[in-house]
């Protein structure tokens, strides 16, 4: 029996378990805004935190990385907001590798200034711009030489090997699932509309620790990225690494994750959960 | 962490599915098709107390009948599964093959249909009389806009000859189901469920919009559905469970009773 499982259709949420929601987005977007402003974003947010037992999630920015759009503005707003509820948001950096590279190179250097050391990307929206390209392949640099994340909605297959391989010491996320199994330092969110039990077999081919729990929030629901993951039929061990362990880790190794999750990451631990028997 | 608020308990909500697609499925995504053996198991995973099941040939080839009877046989031993046939207006017009087909379907034990309206769209006209024959009974009946998967879409032009149809039938339940394939949803979809008062959408490719539709048209307008397997069920599970912005009894007529309330009304 799984104690998460049961506690989750109880309607308690996840007691005592780390959960972290890799995958949310905030601010402006061309269909919707998620929220009206930095008040509400807070407010909100909290709230829908709350209801589903969320200790945090990573804010992938806003609209305002879509094409044209001047992305400093939706870095400004993750700033706002962040600074509003730092133990609770982790920000991912956003940017348009179509901008001329000086101007890319100086938002990452404002932004790292301000504390940022995630980057999330969607070049895919923007004039599909490929994921290997020069303005790009700057990018990865920056972030392997300053120890950044990065995230992006998708990689071409090639795209990832050819980035993975170059800089082994940065680890990757895709934002919807993607190829993974080639590489130690790509791993997936796994938010999407999937069929039935394409987790099940995801998990069953690449171990648990490959795949981290997002919603795509706040356009969608937390608990669409929750579902999946509390009623795969693996160990309660699995689902903490999916629902906040794995991106804990990430998050730490940058020096992102927030500093009151700290204690709880360790207690989530295989090691502290299971203590090994006293001889 | 614990959630603020106990949300409901998912075995309290009676779930009742109304979108599964039994048979095999080819496709890379879908390996594992559902059988009527399987189903139960899914069903129980996710803590689904029933589910209305469709044969997925029935959906997209000639004859359905083939489809609809293959059905019957796979699930006749399975009281927790009611059958759906898909079914379209006889080639013959008149109220006379419309109305043999509805007690054809009635008398096999089949409560509900599943109207196929990407092969046959809502022209008022062509579905005329086979919409009075389900009228006569109640019937609920859902509104298929997909294609192989539940990914669909409307046009203008469907959601105006769903209007004139849901008007001339008030009496007749009208679902839409599989309306989304992407992100957004048509913009005339809560203004037409508003103007009407038989129009209800099913939640199957809904994650956010289907709470908007409760909230401003009413919990008795929308049918909870997992579309599984072409998705999974934990997905819909957990957004209905959690749903903090309505109460218990508007999360129990979604989650099945508005349901069971519709199958309960034919006659």
């Not at chain 1, 794995?246 to 020096?255: M, Q, Y």
């Not at chain 2, 759906?84 to 009635?106: C, K, Q």
């Not at chain 2, 109640?138 to 008007?167: I, M, Q, Y």
């Not at chain 2, 934990?234 to 912005?245: K, L, M, T």
Request: glycine share 8%; proline share 7%.
């Amino acid at each position: 029996m799984s104690a998460i499982l049961e506690s989750w259709k109880a309607g308690l949420g996840l007691p005592d378990v780390l959960v972290i929601d890799g995958h949310v987005h905030v601010g402006a977007w061309p269909h919707a805004a998620t929220f009206g402003s930095a008040d509400e974003a807070v407010r909100k947010s909290v709230a829908f935190m709350d209801a589903n037992g969320v200790d945090a999630f990573c804010a992938v920015s806003g609209g305002y990385h879509h094409e044209g759009a001047n992305y400093r503005l939706g870095n400004d707003f993750l700033l706002e907001v962040w600074r509003r509820m730092p133990d609770r948001l982790v920000p991912f950096l956003c940017l348009n590798p179509n901008d001329a590279r000086d101007e890319i190179l100086a938002e990452l250097d404002r932004m790292y200034a301000a504390g940022v050391r995630c980057i999330k990307l969607i070049n895919s929206y923007q004039e599909n711009y490929p994921g290997d390209g020069p303005n790009l392949m700057a990018v990865y640099e920056y972030a392997d030489s300053h120890r950044m994340l990065v995230f992006n909605h998708s990689w071409g297959t090639e795209e990832i090997l050819k980035i993975s391989a170059e800089f082994p010491e940065t680890n990757f996320i895709f934002g919807h699932y993607g190829v993974l199994d080639a590489r130690e330092n790509v791993y997936a969110n796994i938010w999407n509309l999937g069929p039935l039990g394409w987790l099940d077999r995801g998990i069953a081919k690449l171990g648990a620790a490959k795949f981290m729990m997002g919603s795509d929030g706040f356009l969608n629901p937390m608990s669409v990225g929750i579902g999946p993951v509390v009623f795969a039929p693996v160990s309660d061990d699995d689902k903490r690494l999916m629902l906040g362990l794995t991106i804990a880790r990430l998050l730490e190794r940058v020096g992102a994750l927030p500093a009151p999750l700290g204690e709880k990451y360790l207690a989530n631990r295989p090691d502290r959960v299971h203590p090994p028997e006293l001889s | 962490m614990q959630a603020d608020e106990k949300a409901s308990s998912l075995k309290e909500l009676r779930l009742f599915d109304s979108c599964v697609t039994l048979g095999r499925i080819v496709h890379s995504r879908y390996p594992e098709s559902l059988t009527a053996a399987s189903i139960l198991g899914t069903l129980d995973r996710y803590c689904i107390a029933e589910a209305l099941v469709h044969e997925h040939h029935a959906r997209l080839l000639h004859p359905r009948d083939d489809g609809n009877r293959r059905l019957l046989e796979s699930i006749k031993n399975s009281p927790r599964l009611h059958p759906v046939w898909v079914i379209e207006p006889p080639g013959e017009p008149g109220t006379d093959p419309a109305r043999a087909l509805v007690e054809e379907m009635l008398e096999a034990g089949v409560s509900a249909a599943r109207l196929p309206m990407r092969a046959a769209p809502p022209l008022p006209w062509m579905w005329e009389d086979l919409c009075s024959a389900l009228e006569e009974h109640r019937v609920p009946c859902f509104l298929d806009f997909g294609g192989v998967s539940t990914w669909g879409a409307l046009t203008d032009a469907d959601v105006n000859g769903l209007r004139e149809l849901a008007l001339a039938h008030p009496e007749l339940p009208l679902i839409l189901s599989n309306i989304v394939g992407g992100l957004g949803i048509h913009y005339a979809v809560l203004p037409l469920i508003r103007r009407t008062g038989n129009v209800h959408i099913d939640t199957t490719g809904v994650l956010e919009y289907w709470r908007e539709a409760a909230q401003e048209a009413g919990p008795e307008r929308v049918i909870f559905a997992t579309g599984a397997p072409f998705t999974d069920p934990g997905i819909y599970v957990s957004n209905v469970q959690y749903a903090r912005e309505l109460d218990e009894e508007a999360k129990r007529l979604i989650s099945g009773d508005n349901l069971r309330r519709l199958l309960e009304g034919v006659r």
